[in-house]
């Protein structure tokens, strides 16, 4: 990521998003799964959200024949870790537990994911 991840726009991530779930797509590829979850955009206007996320470092293309193909370099969890670090610093002085806090508290877990924390603590304790 070539600039600040918080730099990223609600539309840019909601065309990241496709990437992350569809893998490698053209524009119109892209455009056709932002249709389907009620994003009617332009053609011009996904390739320039394609082009600007390029430019920040979150996606690299390669030319297809006549098209480019799109691709997420940043991951989800990726982008989340420095979102989430950004946050802890800014609103929490570096501190996380009061952002973990706020997660988790008045949310119903899975006992999968009830299982999943913990193993992530006694990871941390260890």
């Not at 600040?4 to 065309?15: F, G, K, T």
């Not at 009061?98 to 193993?119: M, N, Y």
């Amino acid at each position: 990521m070539g600039t600040r991840p918080s730099d990223i726009s609600d539309a840019e991530l909601d065309v990241l998003k496709v990437l992350w779930k569809q893998g490698p797509a053209t524009v119109r590829e892209v455009n056709t799964q932002l249709r389907r979850c009620k994003r009617r955009w332009a053609y011009t206007t996904v390739a320039t959200l394609l082009g600007r996320l390029r430019d920040k470092g979150y996606v690299e293309s390669e030319k297809s024949g006549v098209a480019h193909v799109f691709r997420a370099v940043v991951s989800r969890d990726k982008l989340l870790r420095h979102r989430l670090a950004e946050l802890t610093d800014r609103v929490c002085d570096g501190t996380t537990s009061p952002l973990v806090h706020a997660l988790i508290q008045g949310r119903k877990f899975s006992a999968e994911e009830i299982a999943t924390l913990r193993q992530l603590i006694d990871e941390l304790d260890s």
